[in-house]
């Protein structure tokens, strides 16, 4: 059974209806990228999977979101365990107002994670090979939790002589990736990424996509874009909206070779965008 | 040619600010500088002293500090609080909306309506003047100038920056003390600069409930003299060496003011430099 799996979802601003019936599984530890024109519910499908989507007013959602087989609409959801477990990446990243090393343990503080938890998060990371720990000391937990995060979003050579300096003065390119280490050090099982590479220049756009393609052997991705290469380059499953509607989903190579909907392809060989 | 003109504008009416406080800034110095001496900040009035002869305001110097920081910090309790609390993350947008309203009127209420409502309750109550009574006056005059500005750059934090921060999985509360404040923190800081600066040089609004006294007050209890009045009693006297003690009154007061803006600047650019701008 996928992590996650959409049942019927549908969304309506006020009296606008966003999104029309979205039923679809996502496929774990894999990218998939969610396509199509602007305003056609791009961000509204992926806000949707973490409930931040309900921080706006009037927003009105039904149908089901199963993520592990628990319904995330229902009223006895625990929305900070939900949020916990899905990780979050905007689409202009944001340092929060503290310094580098406060930004990643930010986190773990406040969801006051022992010593313990986190030697034991990082022994995992270890052994999930998506990055290589030399020698776990316990010393400081947190020290080693920051290195760790850091070194996996592709970030920690950069930054490791000025871990207390405001994280506000790193590059924007930097600061999506620290955005990403800070995400990553709750230990998320998925990660929701709504355009994470729209404000980047292509250098660090490509770092992100790289970080990417590594993180889905242990974390399943989702990625909002409207750069169909991008799509190409990153994802293994693609989920196609257009105006608020699913009109096609597989897997990468079938969609993009032999699309079955008139708009799909029109959408691939870019008579509409 | 047309934006040369708005520009030509701009500027003028900027020197003509610039020009005008320069000049109250001037006049007071000017008038205030040969009567400042030692004992006029460290001597409380003697015998004789608004004629013209020894003693000092140092009781209008405490008395004015201890009612505007009493005031500010009080304030500060029930302001940050209220501020917080018209945001529409705890609050729904019409009951902010009429509660803005409430304080803009508030905020525009002449002081004396203050100072004479002030004086109803302690008649009321049977209170005299007192420090107490001038503190407490002073905070509701401060309160809506607090909340209001306070609120204008509380809400100014990016609604994507509590996004990310509440995608951590951090609660409402969390979100606001850990990010929402420290964001939001120089901002904050001029917010009760702008109240203390209200606060310590009003006059109308603690003349009827802090009294006037030639004493340091001993307890709350005591009424208490402040620079404001001290001012406006000295430069209603015939003297002109009294007149003289109330620029020197009004420097102080000045002085006061700026010390305190500087100081608490330094202070929040220390805790500024995390900011996201």
């Given at each position: 059974m996928p992590h996650i799996s959409l049942h019927n979802l549908a969304v309506n601003y006020g009296t606008q209806r966003v999104l029309h019936d979205i039923t679809v599984d996502i496929p774990d530890s894999q990218v998939t990228a969610i396509i199509g024109p602007s305003g056609c519910g791009k961000t509204t499908l992926l806000k949707s999977l973490n409930r931040l989507l309900e921080l706006n007013e009037d927003v009105n959602v039904t149908g089901d979101v199963l993520i592990d087989g628990e319904n995330i609409y229902n009223p006895k959801t625990d929305l900070l365990a939900l949020r916990k477990k899905v990780g979050f990446l905007s689409q202009r990243p944001y340092p929060l107002p503290m310094s580098i090393y406060d930004n990643i343990a930010f986190g773990p503080k406040i969801h006051r994670l022992t010593d313990e938890q986190i030697i034991n998060q990082i022994k995992g990371l270890s052994a999930s090979d998506v990055l290589e720990i030399d020698n776990i000391k316990n010393s400081n937990a947190i020290d080693m939790l920051v290195e760790c995060y850091l070194s996996l979003a592709g970030l920690w050579d950069e930054v490791k002589d000025r871990l207390?300096?405001?994280?506000?003065?790193?590059?924007i390119g930097q600061q999506q990736r620290l955005a990403l280490a800070r995400a990553l050090a709750i230990e998320p099982e998925v990660i929701l990424a709504d355009e994470p590479t729209s404000a980047l220049d292509p250098i660090s756009a490509q770092l992100i996509e790289r970080q990417f393609k590594l993180l889905k052997k242990r974390y399943t991705i989702v990625v909002v874009t409207h750069i169909l290469r991008q799509a190409k380059r990153v994802s293994d499953y693609v989920i196609f909206l257009y105006m608020g509607e699913l009109v096609e989903h597989g897997e990468a190579k079938e969609f993009f070779q032999s699309p079955k909907d008139a708009r799909t392809r029109a959408y691939i060989s870019g008579e509409i965008s | 040619m047309e934006e040369k003109i708005f520009k030509g504008l701009m500027l003028l009416s900027l020197i003509l600010v610039l020009v005008i406080l320069a000049g109250i800034i001037a006049v007071v110095v000017m008038k205030g500088t040969p009567a400042l001496n030692l004992s006029m900040i460290i001597e409380t009035p003697k015998g004789g002293y608004y004629l013209g002869k020894e003693g000092g305001i140092a009781n209008a110097i405490v008395g004015s500090i201890y009612l505007a920081f009493g005031a500010s910090i009080i304030s500060i309790l029930i302001s940050l609080p209220v501020a917080l609390a018209l945001q529409k993350d705890y609050t729904n947008r019409h009951l902010a909306n009429l509660s803005r309203l409430i304080l803009d009127i508030l905020w525009g209420t002449p002081s004396i309506v203050y100072g004479a409502f002030g004086f109803i309750i302690m008649v009321y109550f049977g209170l005299r003047a007192s420090l107490l009574g001038g503190i407490i006056v002073l905070t509701l005059l401060m309160i809506p100038i607090m909340v209001r500005s306070m609120e204008e750059v509380i809400s100014m934090v990016p609604q994507e920056l509590k996004e990310v921060s509440y995608a951590l999985g951090t609660t409402k509360l969390e979100t606001t003390i850990a990010v929402v404040l420290k964001q939001a923190l120089p901002g904050i800081i001029t917010a009760i600069l702008l109240a203390f600066g209200r606060g310590i040089g009003d006059a109308a609004s603690i003349l009827f409930t802090a009294g006037y006294t030639d004493y340091i007050p001993k307890s709350i209890f005591d009424p208490v003299a402040s620079l404001p009045l001290a001012v406006f009693f000295q430069i209603s006297t015939p003297a002109p060496e009294v007149q003289a003690r109330a620029y020197a009154s009004a420097l102080i007061l000045l002085f006061i003011v700026i010390l305190v803006s500087v100081f608490s600047r330094l202070l929040g650019r220390r805790f500024s430099k995390h900011i996201v701008r």
């Amino acid at each position: 059974m996928p992590h996650i799996s959409l049942h019927n979802l549908a969304v309506n601003y006020g009296t606008q209806r966003v999104l029309h019936d979205i039923t679809v599984d996502i496929p774990d530890s894999q990218v998939t990228a969610i396509i199509g024109p602007s305003g056609c519910g791009k961000t509204t499908l992926l806000k949707s999977l973490n409930r931040l989507l309900e921080l706006n007013e009037d927003v009105n959602v039904t149908g089901d979101v199963l993520i592990d087989g628990e319904n995330i609409y229902n009223p006895k959801t625990d929305l900070l365990a939900l949020r916990k477990k899905v990780g979050f990446l905007s689409q202009r990243p944001y340092p929060l107002p503290m310094s580098i090393y406060d930004n990643i343990a930010f986190g773990p503080k406040i969801h006051r994670l022992t010593d313990e938890q986190i030697i034991n998060q990082i022994k995992g990371l270890s052994a999930s090979d998506v990055l290589e720990i030399d020698n776990i000391k316990n010393s400081n937990a947190i020290d080693m939790l920051v290195e760790c995060y850091l070194s996996l979003a592709g970030l920690w050579d950069e930054v490791k002589d000025r871990l207390h300096e405001p994280a506000s003065r790193l590059s924007i390119g930097q600061q999506q990736r620290l955005a990403l280490a800070r995400a990553l050090a709750i230990e998320p099982e998925v990660i929701l990424a709504d355009e994470p590479t729209s404000a980047l220049d292509p250098i660090s756009a490509q770092l992100i996509e790289r970080q990417f393609k590594l993180l889905k052997k242990r974390y399943t991705i989702v990625v909002v874009t409207h750069i169909l290469r991008q799509a190409k380059r990153v994802s293994d499953y693609v989920i196609f909206l257009y105006m608020g509607e699913l009109v096609e989903h597989g897997e990468a190579k079938e969609f993009f070779q032999s699309p079955k909907d008139a708009r799909t392809r029109a959408y691939i060989s870019g008579e509409i965008s | 040619m047309e934006e040369k003109i708005f520009k030509g504008l701009m500027l003028l009416s900027l020197i003509l600010v610039l020009v005008i406080l320069a000049g109250i800034i001037a006049v007071v110095v000017m008038k205030g500088t040969p009567a400042l001496n030692l004992s006029m900040i460290i001597e409380t009035p003697k015998g004789g002293y608004y004629l013209g002869k020894e003693g000092g305001i140092a009781n209008a110097i405490v008395g004015s500090i201890y009612l505007a920081f009493g005031a500010s910090i009080i304030s500060i309790l029930i302001s940050l609080p209220v501020a917080l609390a018209l945001q529409k993350d705890y609050t729904n947008r019409h009951l902010a909306n009429l509660s803005r309203l409430i304080l803009d009127i508030l905020w525009g209420t002449p002081s004396i309506v203050y100072g004479a409502f002030g004086f109803i309750i302690m008649v009321y109550f049977g209170l005299r003047a007192s420090l107490l009574g001038g503190i407490i006056v002073l905070t509701l005059l401060m309160i809506p100038i607090m909340v209001r500005s306070m609120e204008e750059v509380i809400s100014m934090v990016p609604q994507e920056l509590k996004e990310v921060s509440y995608a951590l999985g951090t609660t409402k509360l969390e979100t606001t003390i850990a990010v929402v404040l420290k964001q939001a923190l120089p901002g904050i800081i001029t917010a009760i600069l702008l109240a203390f600066g209200r606060g310590i040089g009003d006059a109308a609004s603690i003349l009827f409930t802090a009294g006037y006294t030639d004493y340091i007050p001993k307890s709350i209890f005591d009424p208490v003299a402040s620079l404001p009045l001290a001012v406006f009693f000295q430069i209603s006297t015939p003297a002109p060496e009294v007149q003289a003690r109330a620029y020197a009154s009004a420097l102080i007061l000045l002085f006061i003011v700026i010390l305190v803006s500087v100081f608490s600047r330094l202070l929040g650019r220390r805790f500024s430099k995390h900011i996201v701008r």
